[in-house]
T-cell receptor, first 112, second 113 residues
């Protein structure tokens, strides 16, 4: 089983739609979780950190389910500019060095 | 304007040549990292450094070398021993190694001909 696993998609949705991505992780001791966004041929950029039971930032909501070892990202009222690859990232190391493990990414395309 | 810079953006080299990728940050971060990304794959950790004059191997260190002589700089050398060096190389930094939010530079796309 991969340490961090995502559905690669692609997800094709119309503007205004709500879309959700899931990500599972294998290390039950993981403490920190993130969603990054990566545009084509660019660097990943931190979208949200998910530290406890989840958090919301505008149209974006991230949830953490420790019992089932998955995190999710919900995007409401999708915009054309949301088109990107969304990377699920999990701290799979100890507290002295936080090793981040990246999922392969989920591709989202928002169309008019 | 604080940030992470990488140079060059694109790099072409002949097989068998060593090449050094630059990474500089002015964020006063202690920890720095090198990843490579291949098409359709997640980022994989090559080397990381928690503090000046210290660095550790990541998951795929073979064929690579690094140095950390200054807090701001963490250059990566891709040696001729690296079997498949063509990839997108990303440098990142964080406040400390235990502070997990990492911020990335714009990357260097290396093509070995």
């Amino acid at each position: 089983r991969k340490e961090v696993e995502q559905d690669p998609g692609p997800f094709n949705v119309p503007e205004g739609a709500t879309v959700a991505f899931n990500c599972t992780y294998s290390n039950s001791a993981s403490q920190s979780f993130f969603w990054y966004r990566q545009d084509c041929r660019k660097e990943p950029k931190l979208l949200m950190s998910v530290y406890s039971s989840g958090n919301e930032d505008g149209r974006f909501t991230a949830q953490l389910n420790r019992a089932s070892q998955y995190i999710s990202l919900l995007i409401r009222d999708s915009k054309l500019s949301d088109s990107a690859t969304y990377l699920c990232v999990v701290n799979t190391g100890g507290t002295s060095y936080g090793k981040l493990t990246f999922g392969q990414g989920t591709i989202l395309t928002v169309h008019p | 304007d604080g940030g992470i810079t990488q140079s060059p953006k694109y790099l072409f080299r002949k097989e068998g040549q060593n090449v050094t990728l630059s990474c500089e940050q002015n964020l006063n971060h202690d920890a720095m990292y090198w990843y490579r990304q291949d098409p359709g794959q997640g980022l994989r950790l090559i080397y990381y450094s928690q503090i000046v004059n210290d660095f550790q191997k990541g998951d795929i260190a073979e064929g690579y070398s690094v140095s950390r002589e200054k807090k701001e700089s963490f250059p990566l050398t891709v040696t001729s021993a690296q079997k498949n060096p063509t990839a997108f190389y990303l440098c990142a930094s964080s406040i400390s190694a235990s502070y997990n939010e990492q911020f990335f530079g714009p990357g260097t796309r290396l093509t070995v001909l």
